[in-house]
């Protein structure tokens, strides 16, 4: 009798499914996940099973019958097997009988104890021999509507693990990811960072924003830096970061700031926007405002920060892209002295476009390139002899510095170039970022 000779496509391909070896009701159920909803592909399979046993009964099929199950007397009482059978299952060796998806189950709720989340979402790394089967189990068996067995193996599993721990699937942005390492029978956690955003104060110089690794040594320790593997023993990142770290019991922090000053420089007035990322923090619920007391405790007199708030991943996303105009306070030092009025209407001269050719002293890690920058206002503070206090706006980028000096002619107009006197920054402070 021919298998072909029932004109019905599903079920033509059923049988060739069935007779390439014992197969369990989820995995031929996932053969045909795409045709259905509304049931499991157990219950799919089971029901294709059934009609496939009913067929070859009535056309005495044999051969059909022994391929779905070990005796056609079985094959007959096929509804509701499950157990044993299963185990034969060549395609995921057992991974889909309900003991097995409640060890994964159990294997997760042991990795997630202790975590602080309240929506998670499942994901499987393959093993080579499972990969392989459903390979072989697509290219031969040939349903073009199947679901692949990763998609189904985390459905069901997050279903347990959600009824068993009270939390939801997120699959946007889930608090953590539970891997299931097939070939390791591990499950793995990939905790989502918590991101804390608000505004900092760097009230000394001569801090960096971020850890800077020592330039001779990367980081391992040398002579150069003392065995300690950084160029700056302090930065505005590293004194945020163990009262953050404590507070989300996090492994560590990413410091993100809406640009960055120089390190002689202090950065005053409202602040400077951040986002303190704590990476795989154990803890998601954080009181903010003591949070606030304990940074700013800790790094008291150095660094100050303010008006904490939760953030994501897009927060960072807006402060890196965010071109925020900014305010500086400079303290200019000039060659010879200049009456204040002259001082006063050289300074408006300024106001405009700026080309600026990369400064020397950022040359060798910035491409060489001439940029236009806006400055928006250039005011006159105070003047005493030959040092001058100079209020500037200008867009994100613009480099203050050689805007006083000229660099030398490669930023123009300056300060220096308009007055005919050579003009150095010796204080420089920003007051204000964004607005
Ligand atoms: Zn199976
Ligand atoms: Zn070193």
Not at 99 to 120: K, N, P, Q, V
Not at 236 to 254: F, N, Q, S, W
Not at 335 to 359: A, R, Y
Not at 393 to 407: A, C, P, T
Request: aromatic residues 4%; negative net charge.
């Amino acid at each position: 009798m021919s298998s072909e000779d029932n004109n019905d496509p599903i079920l033509d391909t059923a049988k060739r499914i069935v007779k390439l070896g014992p197969i369990c009701d989820s995995c031929l159920g996932r053969q045909f996940a795409m045709l259905s909803t509304g049931l499991t592909n157990i219950e799919r399979g089971r029901a294709v099973k059934t009609v496939l046993a009913m067929q070859a009964s009535s056309q005495n099929d044999r051969e059909l019958l022994e391929d779905l199950a070990p005796s056609s007397e079985s094959a007959r009482l096929s509804l509701g097997r499950k157990g044993e059978e299963d185990e034969r299952c060549w395609v995921c060796l057992g991974e889909m009988r309900r003991e097995s998806l409640d060890a994964w189950a159990e294997r997760a709720e042991a990795a997630l104890e202790g975590l602080e989340y309240s929506t998670f979402l499942v994901g499987t790394r393959m093993s080579g021999l499972l990969a392989e089967n459903e390979e072989l189990l697509l290219s031969d068996g040939g349903s073009g509507s199947a679901e692949p067995f990763k998609s189904e193996l985390n459905r069901e599993v997050g279903k347990l693990i959600a009824a068993r721990t009270g939390r939801k699937t997120d699959f946007e942005h889930p608090d953590v990811v539970v891997h299931l390492l097939l070939d390791r029978s591990q499950a793995e956690l990939q905790v989502a960072s918590l991101y804390i955003r608000g505004r900092y104060r760097k009230l000394v110089r001569g801090i960096p924003q971020t850890r800077w690794p020592c330039r001779v040594c990367h980081g391992r320790g040398c002579e150069r830096c003392g065995g300690t593997g950084r160029m700056y023993q302090e930065s505005v990142d590293e004194l945020i970061r163990p009262a953050t770290i404590e507070a989300a019991e996090a492994e560590d922090t990413v410091f993100h700031g809406a640009g960055r000053e120089d390190i002689d420089a202090r950065m005053l007035g409202t602040g400077r926007p951040f986002v303190v990322e704590a990476v795989r923090p154990r803890v998601r619920t954080i009181d903010l405002s003591r949070l606030e007391v304990e940074i700013n405790r800790r790094a008291e007199g150095k660094v100050e920060v303010h008006e904490l708030s939760l953030a994501d991943q897009k927060t960072v996303e807006r402060l890196k892209e965010g071109p925020f105009e900014k305010t500086y306070s400079a303290l200019v030092e000039l060659k010879s002295e200049i009456p204040e009025e002259k001082l006063k209407s050289v300074l408006k001269e300024l106001v405009g476009s700026i080309d600026q050719q990369t400064p020397t002293r950022v040359s060798h890690r910035r491409a060489d390139k001439v940029r236009v920058r806006k400055v928006y206002s250039a005011d006159l503070a105070e003047v005493s002899g030959r040092l001058a206090r100079i209020t500037i706006r200008g867009d994100s980028g613009l480099y203050i510095k050689e805007l006083i000096s000229g660099d030398g002619g490669r930023t123009r107009p300056s300060l220096a170039s308009a007055l005919g006197v050579d003009a150095v920054v010796v204080e420089l402070d920003v007051i204000d970022v964004g607005g």
